[in-house]
DNA sequence: GGCCCAATTTGACGTCGATCAAACTGGGCC
DNA sequence: GGCCCAGTTTGATCGACGTCAAATTGGGCC
């Protein structure tokens, strides 16, 4: 399952020292942090850990990108998250339950920390810097959860593309251009869509001014994009 | 907008202790939220916050329930999350930004006790009990609301109804019968509904043994509504 | 540069749920 | 008990998206 599993060497401490959450603790709940860090690559489509299992640590992700998904019964697969370089997850636990509520899986190969839940308890009891941190993460996820259900409920899918390349784009207007950091498959599944249907939106998106090549998307007009 | 607006009275003050967030809290922790809170009733209808507000106070819902929901550009609306009595609502807030992100608009006449942001804030720094009571909400709140995407994208209408129906039972199996404690159009709106699909909805579920006569659903088998 | 295969796109079709309009009902109130 | 009206149900229609299958593409690799 682990390729290595090793503790943070000086590279990977500074990866993590980069982290908004390792950024907002003290010195010293941040080095204790950095020595409590395990350190793991794995694969693409490697399972992280699955639902149901006992939630004993949580992970904050240095390179690569992981899919939080759950299965249903008859098989089909939704996506809660995709965590990029530098996020966290299964964080939840650490106050919420003592198994993992979905599954985590590689996306492509990836690096991750992995911390101890009851070692970062403690931490929190001691130091306010820990829980104060905690508490951001959970708010942002909890917000951005939320926003994930809003425009689940009242956007359709070229407007959730267009939301999307919105948060993506540097300018607030112009042409512009992104390259997707993973593959589409994966953004449709962020999107709460099938591959088909991410395809079709940047097809209906051509008369806006977006045009697809590949991983590169090329946008006509920001400013278009903003009254799909 | 706000009908009264007072300190807790001793009746107040009992149902507030009542709640999972005031019990979890030391007595000291406890006794100094209970000194802060404001209590206010408000009639159906009305508005307690909008998105895009100063978020200076967060709520804690004593009777009543509570609509959290966003406007698209167009005016339709999406429910973010019913809150009933006992419920917290815009703790995301308290480490997550300066303005609310959601309208909050009481369902029916509601009793709420208003919390300074800032003040909690400062009692979460000396207090552990008061930082792990936020935690454990945050957690909740992100965990119900991710099972909120899920069930979006993986579930049909009959589904939902028949899992909301499942969470609400007391017995395990066999026949039982329960009352909603609010409207239809409410229910629809949590399940991410119109009201006609969740009429739809339920007649689909006759053939299941599920009954419906205004506010009252009987439920000839529980085990039956497991496999929907 | 060409090959190859997985990823993506396109096409055809079915289903689910939104919407609008009209009929009905149940529960609060006198 | 009867009235009344907001809330709910039913009917009809439509658009959006999922699914399956087939065609196409792009990017990694030699």
């Known amino acids: 399952m682990l390729d290595r599993n090793h503790r943070a060497n000086q590279r ?7 982290t908004s959450f390792i950024r907002a603790l003290s010195p010293m709940a941040s080095s204790k942090m950095l020595d409590g860090a395990h350190i793991a690559t794995m694969p693409a489509r490697a399972s992280i850990f699955r639902e149901g299992e006992a939630a004993l640590s949580f992970y904050c992700l240095l390179s690569g990108y992981v899919r939080l998904y759950r299965v249903s019964r008859d098989g089909r697969q939704a996506d809660i998250r995709i965590c990029g370089p530098g996020d966290m997850f299964a964080e939840c ?3 919420g339950g003592d198994k993992y509520r979905f599954n985590a899986q590689a996306a492509e190969n990836v690096t991750l920390a ?3 839940m009851q070692d970062v308890r403690e931490l929190a009891e001691q ?12 708010s942002d996820h909890l917000l ?10 009242l956007h359709t899918a070229p407007q959730r593309v267009a939301d ?3 948060t993506r784009c540097a300018t607030e207007n112009g042409p512009t251009s992104i390259r997707l950091p993973y593959q589409k498959s994966l953004l449709a599944g962020m999107l709460g869509l099938a591959p088909e249907a991410l395809s079709r939106a940047f097809s ?4 806006t001014g977006v045009t697809v090549r590949g991983r590169v998307i090329q946008i006509g007009n920001v400013e278009a ?3 799909v």
């Open 12 to 18: 990977e401490r500074t990866l993590l020292s980069k």
């Open 93 to 95: 636990l650490i106050y």
């Open 114 to 116: 992995r911390f101890d």
């Open 127 to 138: 130091d306010p810097t820990v829980a104060k941190a905690i508490m951001a993460t959970l």
């Open 144 to 153: 951005s959860t939320m926003d994930c259900v809003v425009n689940d409920r």
């Open 164 to 166: 999307y390349l919105l």
């Open 204 to 207: 209906s998106l051509r008369r």
């Open 225 to 227: 994009l903003k009254d």
